[in-house]
């Protein structure tokens, strides 16, 4: 049976250096007290770190300078350091790998759209949950990642974005997604501390709208309606990719503990908690779960659900097995499922050229 790591009692090696970004306002406080600052330093730098998406001490000019070096190196770490960058779409799409401090590769990927510029974040180094067809699964899980961990991922493409690296100049980032390496459920504590750090309004947070983001799962139902039971209006993936459990079980192994009925329970319950229609993810394989067969049990599952399907064409990892769908057999799979009134997209795959698919990037410097 998978093991489920829990962040609280998981022994790391090499411990995450604190961040300002594993806490609230008062805990950042405490935090600096404790490093023999005084607390009004953790309100500075959080509005520097935070509020103007500022890494660099020098521009930290409402402290002193002689010890803006210091306090910088005990309140905001460095946490991730850029290894590698590739960018597609015209430079609209750019895949960092980030190397944290004790040498583990993790990728973000940032995506500028007409009307909107997402990043797409991890939250462990590597993943437990064995998915033959994902490129991270295949690596097998390292470690969780801190809360400060994640939060890192999310100012850098903050800050990138904001300082006209992008093709059409200076935009706010607008959305995050929980679909990088890993399973955010898994190390949910970690994610949820993330999950306040993006949507707090600034200084304690990066004032990113809770509705505005998405968190992925293949299915840890307990932790669906521990999510549910916050009541943080954000949205619910779930990461399903068969309409069976005997396909399931091959594709996603955790569904021998949770099988499709007890996830989709857990998701419908979540929709109603917290007002929000829930995104089922499928990855389309060739021959493997895109038959009409495929299509119509799935439909038989969602009718008359609050529910959205993004197919997401296979990005197929070297050397692997299973490939992307035929478009006729993409076409005819959306075609059924419109038939039953459930709504469908077949997502944008952005990055094919730059070892697009989830732990690609990463896997290729081991």
């Given at each position: 049976?998978l093991e489920i790591i829990d962040p609280e009692k998981e022994n790391i090696k090499k411990k995450t250096p604190q961040h300002i970004a594993d806490f609230d306002i008062k805990g950042r406080k405490k935090f600096a007290a ?23 001490f020098e521009e930290w000019t409402d402290l002193p300078a002689e010890n803006r070096q210091e306090i910088s190196e005990v309140l905001t770490p460095k946490l991730i350091t850029e290894l590698k960058v590739q960018k597609a ?160 079980n091959t594709l996603v192994p955790l569904n021998e503990r949770y099988p499709i009925k007890e996830v989709l329970d857990a998701s419908w319950k979540y929709a109603e908690t917290s007002g929000r229609r829930v995104s089922i ?86």
């Open positions: 049976m404790e490093l023999g600052l005084p607390g009004f330093r953790a309100d500075q730098v959080s509005r520097h770190w935070f509020g103007q998406l500022s890494d660099n779409d015209g430079g609209n799409t750019v895949k960092t790998l980030w190397k944290l401090h004790d040498g583990l590769l993790i990728e973000s990927v940032l995506m500028h759209y007409p009307n909107r510029t997402t990043i797409c974040i991890s939250s462990q180094a590597g993943c437990g949950m064995g998915c033959p067809f994902c490129a991270t699964g295949q690596g097998g899980l390292k470690r969780n990642l801190s809360t400060s961990e994640i939060v890192a991922q999310v100012q850098a493409g903050a800050r990138y974005a904001a300082q006209g690296l992008l093709p059409e100049g200076p935009t706010r980032l607008s959305n995050i997604v929980f679909m990088g390496m890993g399973e955010p459920m898994a190390n949910f504590n970690a994610v949820v501390g993330t999950i306040h750090r993006i949507h707090d309004e600034s200084p304690e947070g990066l004032g990113i709208s809770a509705r505005n983001i998405t968190v992925s799962t293949v299915g840890i139902v307990p932790r669906i309606n521990d999510l549910a039971a916050l009541g943080l209006p954000v949205r619910l993936a779930v990461s399903l990719h068969a309409p069976t459990d005997e396909l399931r993810e499928y990855a389309m394989i060739k021959s493997m779960n895109d038959q009409i067969i495929h299509a119509k049990q799935l439909a038989n599952l969602l009718r008359g659900k609050d529910v959205h399907v993004n197919l997401i064409p296979l990005n197929p990892t070297p050397g692997s097995k299973w490939t992307a769908s035929d478009p006729k057999d993409e076409k005819i799979f959306v075609e059924i499922l419109e038939q039953s009134d459930i709504a469908v997209t077949v997502r944008d795959t952005r990055g094919r050229e730059i070892d697009g698919a989830c732990g690609q990037l990463a896997a290729s410097e081991v």
